[in-house]
């Protein structure tokens, strides 16, 4: 049976393995020797860090070999301190010829002031002719955490005496680490302390050196003895961190120089107003008063605009500030502060004299006085809107009234008015009105006109507010007087195709069944095409087309006509004017040809809205058109137009209802009609 065992080349010391073989034949050959080093790392605040160790082999490399290693928690490090997945055991090859591998073992940064920590990672022979020199090395996690120096300063007081130089000594104290540390301090005159009031050469900022096992330290602050009547004054120092791990508690301390002056004369300045008047100028007169001692002595003022008065209530040159000087015995002083009239309705305004000690000895027992401008302009008045009278003629329309209706209308002030609102709720015609151009119109189109005889008349009435500049306003009354004029024909059409013609009057033609023509000519016509493929033609006149069922054509002509194109795929041209293209529920597939963004709207009526849009290039001119979806059915398409947000939509009146609100995405809404439709 073999037998063998692992001994060293006594010259080179490299591990060979002697194998007795059957026969007693002696077998040597090269193994393996593989050591593993120690590993450190310092663990940081956060994240991770890699201990790293070195696996090393020696003697024979030209075989591969194999070992398995184990992370043991052996020491005083544990679970907790290794990284989030971090890898406690695995296998290590070794290729033919290589020497070094490494393990890492990934630990895990903390705050936590503590000892180092230790793992030990032990290896294992796993394949090939393995000799473990050292099969165990230790890791150590190195904190870098230590104990913080809490550090406070004390406050500090002293009392200024009369000359010469007393110590402000303030305590500084820390806690917690003692190891050796640094701090900066700076001395603050953020109180009522100044310059004035420190020794000469009294020292600002320096630097505080904490030896170690060092727990407490002090600053200095030499201040200046004086025989100045005054208060108590405070300054302060703040500490600020140099070097070592310290935290301040408290960072500043407040240095308090203790008055010991006797006080001689006190002083006090009174308040004072004046009515501001409507021009010129007037005068607040502080009178600045004192009492206890009389020697002579000066202030300092200044006039503070800390409250509701501005430097364009003061008149031109205004003295802002100045010196008053008591003469020996004198009691009393004036400040005079000239303020400016204006007719500016406001409420009063106030600013502020303070006085400051210049030279004798003063103590101010009121040392601000407030001046007080007193308004004296009336508030603004409502407007005076009157009434008016207009006259129109039957089916026409008045030109822009504003001139008219505020011809007579006036302000107390004289402030510049405008039309706010019209109410027309009642009104017969109908009133148009657009605030921003503040164009107003009334439409004598009331069903009730239309049976006026020539030369006869009836009345309607609306209401318009005016406001004035400061919003206030008043609401007048115009009576409306229309004329009745000579109607035009009526022609009903029969059941081939017809054409029918109007005149220069009010004209209403009704087409009927077949594909019929409607020509209005002049006037104010009223044309319904019916059933068939129809083909209508407003003329001149405001005029108001019907296109019904069927494919139909409607062209309104010169003036403001308002186009139903009905069921159908229809064709629409409003003219010249400023048109309406109405849709409602019985709505095709409309195509207007010359719809204008400046003049022309499109009226939803029953309550129809814009589902959605879209452009394309209906008609494959090279020109983009607005396509306008509709949510009860059908569209309505615009030539030539783009862009939704230059389309006025409106609600409007319906043959049939009443609509009430605008949809679709639309930036503009032109001005609504305000009373009666069709």
Request: net charge negative; charged share 20%; hydrophobic share 40%.
């Amino acid at each position: 049976m073999p037998f063998s065992r692992v001994m060293r080349d006594p010259i080179r010391k490299n591990p060979m393995r002697e194998t007795i073989l059957q026969d007693d034949i002696l077998a040597i050959e090269a193994v393996s020797q593989l050591s593993i080093g120690d590993a450190s790392v310092v663990e940081g605040d956060s994240g991770t860090r890699n201990l790293v160790f070195t696996v090393t082999r020696s003697g024979s490399t030209a075989d591969a070999v194999s070992v398995e290693y184990g992370v043991n928690l052996d020491g005083t490090a544990s679970i907790g301190d290794l990284a989030d997945g971090a890898v406690l055991a695995g296998t290590l090859d070794f290729a033919a010829g290589e020497t070094t591998r490494t393990i890492v073992i990934a630990v895990k940064g903390d705050t936590v002031i503590e000892a180092n920590e230790a793992l030990s990672v032990q290896l294992y022979p796993l394949s090939g002719d393995i000799v473990l020199a050292d099969d165990t090395a230790t890791g150590t996690i190195l904190n870098d955490d230590v104990l913080l120096s809490h550090v406070s300063i004390s406050d500090a007081s002293v009392v200024e005496g009369d000359s010469g130089t007393r110590n402000l000594v303030f305590t500084v104290t820390r806690t917690g680490g003692t190891d050796a540390a640094s701090l900066e301090y700076g001395i603050n005159l953020d109180g009522t302390a100044s310059i004035g009031d420190l020794a000469d050469g009294a020292i600002l900022a320096g630097t505080l050196d904490f030896a170690a096992g060092e727990t407490t330290r002090t600053i200095t602050l030499a201040v200046k003895g004086d025989t100045v009547v005054e208060g108590n004054e405070a300054l302060s120092v703040q500490l600020y961190p140099l070097s070592g791990d310290v935290v301040l508690d408290d960072d500043t301390g407040t240095g308090t120089i203790l008055n010991d002056d006797v006080l001689p004369s006190h002083i006090s300045i009174s308040d004072a107003s004046v009515v501001e008047g409507n021009n010129g100028t007037r005068n607040l007169v502080f009178t600045v008063t004192r009492t206890g001692g009389t020697d002579a002595a000066s202030l300092e003022y200044g006039v503070d605009l800390d409250g509701t008065a501005s430097i364009g209530d003061l008149a031109d040159g205004a003295v802002l500030a100045g010196s008053l000087d008591f003469a020996a015995g004198e009691t009393s002083k004036t400040i005079t502060v000239a303020v400016k009239g204006d007719t500016a309705v406001e409420a009063d305004e106030a600013l502020s004299v303070r006085l400051y000690p210049l030279s004798g000895e003063i103590v101010f027992d009121d040392h601000t006085g407030t001046g007080t401008i007193l308004n004296d302009d009336q508030p603004n008045q409502s407007p005076a809107a009157h009434h008016d009278a207009v006259a129109v003629n039957e089916d026409a329309t008045t030109a822009n009234l504003w001139s008219t209706l505020l011809g007579n209308d006036s302000d107390p002030e004289g402030q510049p008015l405008s039309i706010s609102a019209v109410n027309a709720s009642g009104t017969l015609g109908h009133v148009v009105f657009d605030a921003s151009t503040q164009k107003l119109q009334y439409v004598a189109d009331a069903d009730a006109f239309d049976a006026l005889a020539p030369g006869a008349t009836a009345t309607d009435s609306f209401t318009y507010t005016v406001t004035d500049a400061g919003g206030l306003t008043s609401t007048a009354t115009v009576n409306v007087t229309v004329t009745g004029i000579a109607d035009g024909v009526t022609h009903i059409g029969t059941t081939n195709d017809d054409t029918l013609n109007g005149t220069a009057g009010e004209d209403t033609l009704w087409g009927g069944l077949g594909n019929d023509t409607l020509n209005g000519l002049g006037g104010h016509d009223l044309l319904d095409g019916s059933l068939g493929k129809d083909k209508l033609d407003g003329g001149d006149g405001n005029d108001t087309l019907y296109g019904g069922l069927g494919r139909d054509e409607l062209r309104g002509g010169n003036g403001n006509d308002v186009l139903y194109g009905g069921l159908g795929k229809d064709k629409l041209w409003g003219g010249a004017g400023a048109d309406s293209f109405h849709v409602s529920w019985l709505e095709g597939n409309d195509t207007v040809y010359d719809f204008s963004t400046t003049e022309d709207r499109i009226v939803l009526d029953d309550g129809v809205t814009v589902s959605g849009t879209s452009v394309t290039d209906v008609n494959s001119d090279g020109v983009n058109d607005l396509i306008l979806q509709l949510s009860l059915g059908g569209s309505v398409t615009l030539l030539g137009v783009s862009n939704a947000s230059q389309v006025d939509v409106v609600t409007g009146d319906s043959f049939w209802s009443h609509a009430s609100s605008v949809t679709g995405a639309f930036d503009h809404v032109a001005p609504v009609e305000l009373a009666h439709g069709f």
